[in-house]
């Protein structure tokens, strides 16, 4: 037995989960939405329709597009998204830890074998 | 904003968590599967197909079955059951304290309007 959990930042509905982080570290990584798309076989349209629902809700924009150019394009997150990204983590490992440890301290008494029997149905 | 989460206990997959621990503190309080039942809004299958996996799952019986007797019988949760309820309602309660906490620490400065803006989308 063991904890499980699954966490993410609420703006009047589900704003950013962990989703949304690899989404945009792979954005950050690739300097492209379609290529983190790729990467993590998810349609483009998918993808837009996640960060423009994320950035309504936000308040504000998580990528630059950069329109044409050299290499044609392509995308980076903005200092804001970057934040954002650098708080959830930190926020997810540390929340991660916290529920191992209150999952032990809570459910050692329960998972000590012979200290409480199983109860089968009489 | 703020930090939402879902936990529950795992055991080969998705053993117990708020959805059975509200189920059985209906049994508790009903004397009756058919009563927890109908206060959820849950059909009584949809409750033994529950049951029956999370049992399988812990390797305990939750419910005790009272065949008959006077009032034409009922269920009552075992002991091992109420242990498991009681370790998860603090595993819980303090999960969520925790979770609040790390999330006011994290995300302090990400929130305080003036220390950091919004970036637009250039």
Same mark, same amino acid.
């Given at each position: 037995m063991k904890a499980a959990f699954k966490l993410w930042i609420d703006q009047d509905g589900k704003t950013f989960g962990d989703g949304p982080y690899e989404l945009l570290t792979n954005v950050e990584k690739t300097g492209s939405l379609h290529k983190a798309c790729a990467q993590m076989g998810m349609s483009y349209s998918k993808a837009w329709k996640l960060i423009r629902n994320m950035e309504q809700k936000?308040?504000? #924009?998580?990528?630059? @597009?950069?329109? &044409? &150019?050299r290499f044609g394009g392509g995308s980076k997150i903005t200092p804001r998204a970057k934040e954002l990204?650098?708080?959830?983590?930190?926020? @997810?490992? *540390?929340?991660?830890?916290? $529920? *191992? @440890? $209150?999952?032990?301290?809570? #459910?050692? !008494? #329960? *998972?000590?074998? &012979?200290? !409480? @029997?199983?109860?089968?149905? !009489?």
């Open positions: 936000l308040g504000f #924009f998580v990528l630059d @597009r950069e329109v &044409g &150019g990204m650098t708080c959830y983590a930190r926020f @997810r490992d *540390e929340a991660k830890k916290a $529920i *191992e @440890r $209150i999952y032990r301290k809570q #459910f050692l !008494s #329960f *998972e000590k074998p &012979g200290l !409480s @029997r199983p109860t089968r149905r !009489s």
